[in-house]
């Protein structure tokens, strides 16, 4: 099978790499395809996948934020151009997507069919390539998951480890509760649904429940090191450009309708990434 992934130099895309590695990969980044151009959904037609995986986004919300026309094309419409090329091929695509598409003021966990309501330009950018990939692509899976950590690349375990290894200060919120998804955790269990024909919305997460900050003082515990130097933000002096949701906890609601749910805790998965690490 011929898989290709986008944003393949990516944090998630190379966990995806990796994963799909017995199959024929086409590992595409961003040097490779500009998934804004129009052009995109030819040069997906030439290369004639059986699957398309998309991670590829500026997940950054305070850069989407800051610059919301580069946002809205490379998160929606790029999105958009891969759709359709899936569709024309009739093959399966694989979105991958946010839990910021949710407000955070139901403060209590979301299933896939709790309305979204996204607060910032990254949510409702990613909300507009869900609705894309749905009307263009019959054969979809769109994967919401959260605040999604590994052993390689930057991303937010790496960047606490470092820290906390060369004894510098960190500052991260109390307040803003959320999932979150061990990379190699989310990859295994999309892998699995990419095999089935059961098309549609799937949140996919570890269980738990964290703050920024609880999640850095975890890391903390589990290597040993002091927690001193981990300091909360307040709310008033939390300054960033991008609103976040205070309550974005995800729940695998449909996974579990299914039997699908046997992802195991983010402590656990969290073990296992700094062991490797």
Not at 36 to 45: A, H, S
Not at 161 to 169: F, V, W
Not at 187 to 202: D, F, Q
Request: glycine residues 4%.
């Amino acid at each position: 099978m011929k898989v290709l992934i986008t944003g393949a130099n990516g944090f998630l895309g190379q966990y995806f790499v990796k994963d799909f590695e017995e199959e024929e990969v086409i590992p595409l980044s961003h040097k490779d395809i500009n998934i804004e151009d129009k052009e995109t959904i030819e040069k997906i037609l030439n290369l004639d996948p059986d699957l398309v995986i998309h991670p590829a986004a500026i997940r950054s919300p305070d850069i989407c934020e800051k610059d919301p026309e580069k946002a809205w094309k490379v998160n929606a419409l790029g999105s958009k151009h891969i759709a359709i090329a899936c569709s024309i091929l009739n093959i399966p695509l694989i979105y991958i997507s946010t839990d910021y598409v949710f407000s955070g003021e139901k403060y209590s966990p979301y299933t896939e069919f709790d309305p979204p309501n996204p607060i910032n330009v990254y949510g409702k950018t990613k909300l507009a390539g869900e609705i894309f990939t749905k009307e263009f692509c019959k054969k979809h899976f769109i994967i919401r998951t959260s605040y999604v950590f590994g052993e390689y690349g930057n991303n937010a375990l790496t960047q606490i480890y470092n820290a906390l290894k060369e004894g510098k200060e960190l500052y991260f919120t109390n307040y803003h509760y959320a999932s979150c998804t061990y990379a190699e955790d989310l990859v295994k269990k999309v892998k699995e649904l990419s095999r089935t024909r059961l098309y549609g919305t799937y949140h996919i997460v570890n269980k738990g429940v964290i703050t920024r900050y609880e999640f850095a003082c975890k890391v903390a515990e589990i290597l040993g090191f002091p927690k001193e130097k981990i300091m909360k933000i307040t709310p008033e002096n939390y300054r960033a450009p991008a609103k976040r949701p205070l309550y974005s906890v995800l729940e695998n609601y449909t996974l579990k309708l299914y039997d699908m749910d046997d992802l195991p805790s983010y402590e656990e998965s969290l073990k296992k990434a700094l062991k490797n690490i």
